[in-house]
């Protein structure tokens, strides 16, 4: 069996992120898919579990985990890719079963494949799907509908946004 991991905040999940999920969902049997949450973030990581548990609800391979951390020992952007990459291939060793392909849109996921000791796969598509930055869509999601799955749409309809 081939087991995927991607790793991603979400916020919002959106067409680019499905079109990854799809596209690793084309190369493995099981896809871990980690959602990265700290409480410094605009929308809770349970929000963002139910999300993909919603979307992927009748796909079987799909297996969303959340992990909630705290930015002072798991860094985010602002730590260089190698170190950030490092730390949370260190604590995903730990914390998930073994990884045989890491996919990404990012270079971040060349180096967690050194650190998991995995394949990496880097499908830059969802950039070009979704060429807006997330916190625009947050900003102003009704402009960005279009971009997003129904569970984020409701959440935000919820909302009144």
Excluded at 111 to 125: A, G, P
Excluded at 127 to 134: E, H, I
């Amino acid at each position: 069996m081939k087991r995927g991991l991607i790793i991603g905040k979400f916020l919002p999940l959106h067409i680019g992120h499905m079109a990854l999920i799809g596209y690793a969902l084309e190369h493995c049997d099981e896809l871990m898919i980690v959602i990265g949450a700290s409480d410094d973030e605009p929308i809770p990581g349970d929000v963002r579990l139910n999300w993909l548990d919603k979307t992927y609800a009748d796909n079987d391979k799909v297996k969303p985990v959340l992990l909630n951390y705290d930015e002072a020992i798991l860094p985010g952007a602002g730590e260089s890719i190698e170190n950030m990459s490092r730390l949370w291939a260190s604590y995903l060793k730990k914390n998930v079963p073994h990884i045989d392909v890491i996919f990404a849109s990012e270079a971040y996921g060349a180096y967690m494949s050194r650190f998991l000791d995995c394949e990496s796969v880097i499908y830059e598509e969802p950039c070009k799907v979704v060429p807006v930055a997330a916190a625009r869509i947050r900003e102003e999601p009704n402009l960005y509908l279009h971009l997003l799955p129904e569970a984020v749409k409701e959440y935000y309809q919820d909302r009144g946004k």
